[in-house]
């Protein structure tokens, strides 16, 4: 069974940092493109980031330049580091598998002052 936790979500002033991680566990993660996604209030779920299986990154264009996806096999992570963030980046964030498809329980950023 596949098991997705993320963690590092919070509160954060707005042009402050946070690094998001979700764990992985139940399926071969270094074959897997992870992706991460994100659903603000009154809101469609959205793309924020994917990387394939061997590294290669895109995202949205409402976050380029800003936040960086990145992975580590070994540990079967993958992580989403969001600097200058802005209000509109308020959601829950949530990590997805594709084989099989799979989604976290989600966690929450908020941007605030």
């Known amino acids: 069974q596949v098991q997705l936790v993320e963690s590092g979500g919070g509160l954060v002033q707005p042009g402050g940092s946070l690094r998001l991680s979700c764990a992985a566990s139940?399926?071969?993660?270094?074959?897997?493109?992870m992706a991460w996604y994100r659903q603000a209030p009154g809101k469609q779920r959205e793309l924020v980031a994917i990387?394939?299986?061997?590294?290669?990154?895109n995202y949205a264009d409402s976050v380029k330049g800003r936040f960086t996806i990145s992975r580590d096999n070994a540990k079967n992570t993958v992580d989403l580091q969001m600097n200058s963030l802005k209000p509109e980046d308020t959601a829950v964030y949530y990590c997805?598998?594709?084989?099989?498809?799979?989604w976290g329980q989600g966690t929450q950023v908020t941007v605030s002052s």
């Open positions: 997805r598998s594709t084989r099989p498809p799979a």
């Open positions: 139940g399926l071969v993660f270094s074959i897997n493109p």
């Open positions: 990387i394939t299986s061997a590294g290669a990154t």
